[in-house]
């Protein structure tokens, strides 16, 4: 149980254009769904929290209207890299909990997502 | 704010070997304790945590950890290391109130034939 599927699980973009990855929760719903980054052979750098039906909240340093993201079902959320510049290439790791925030409950992960913007 | 230090960047262990992978946190309640780990290109897998009781807490593939509030600890153990355990270990902290969790920078972990 507790499955958390990303897609894609890799791409390539041009300088420019706008890339969406998707998170689901294969047999859970999900309350609480989480964003991280993760540059190599370094630690998750969180993005931002979402919450079904509301509006994510970003962590400081991280540009809301860079990063967008819906969690328009409690078994989707999507992160879209508006824009994206090389800079923007790293490694994108979806997580979520079915918690309702109030205990740090146990957060599964997704597979990740490589990005690379050329 | 909590933060969690994982003293080690790369450990290398024998095979057949045991374990012990270090993990301090900061944090002034009782605070969740996660450990993570990830295999190249992938990502995280729950090993076990700590929430409250036993503070010896059993994981999946023979992974144990233990809780001592006296040091702020919660030490990875495994009796025998596998091949297969090589991988990059995170330890996480969550606080209540709060649904995020504060991640160490992790340990690699190789393991020798």
């Known amino acids: 149980g507790a499955v958390v599927s990303q897609h894609p699980s890799r791409v390539i973009c041009k300088s420019g254009t706008s890339v969406k990855i998707e998170c689901r929760s294969l047999?859970?719903?999900?309350?609480?769904m989480f964003w991280y980054r993760q540059f190599p052979k370094q630690s998750l750098m969180l993005m931002a929290t979402?919450?079904?039906?509301?509006?994510?909240?970003?962590e400081q340093g991280v540009e809301k209207d860079k990063f967008l993201i819906n969690h328009a079902s409690l078994t989707l959320s999507t992160l879209t890299v508006t824009s994206a510049h090389p800079e923007d290439s790293s490694f994108y790791i979806c997580?979520?909990?079915?918690?309702?925030?109030?205990?740090?409950?146990?957060?599964?992960f997704g597979p990740g997502t490589r990005l690379t913007v050329l | 704010a909590q933060s969690v230090t994982q003293p080690d960047i790369h450990i290398t262990v024998s095979e057949g070997a045991s374990l012990e992978l270090r993990c301090n946190y900061s944090?002034?309640?009782?605070?969740?304790l996660f450990w993570y780990v990830q295999s190249p290109g992938q990502g995280l897998q729950l090993l076990l945590k700590?929430?409250?009781?036993?503070?010896l807490v059993q994981g999946i593939k023979g992974f144990e950890a233990e809780f001592k509030r006296s040091q702020s600890s919660f030490n990875l153990r495994k009796p025998s290391v596998h091949w297969s355990d090589a991988a990059e270990y995170f330890c996480?902290?969550?606080?209540?109130?709060?649904?995020?969790?504060?991640f160490g920078k992790g340990t690699m972990l190789l393991v020798s034939p």
């Open positions: 997580s979520a909990t079915p918690g309702q925030g109030v205990l740090p409950d146990t957060q599964y």
């Open positions: 047999d859970f719903q999900a309350t609480t």
């Open positions: 979402s919450n079904e039906g509301s509006k994510a909240t970003y």
């Open positions: 944090y002034g309640a009782t605070p969740y």
């Open positions: 700590y929430f409250s009781g036993d503070t």
């Open positions: 996480a902290v969550g606080v209540i109130g709060y649904s995020t969790l504060t």
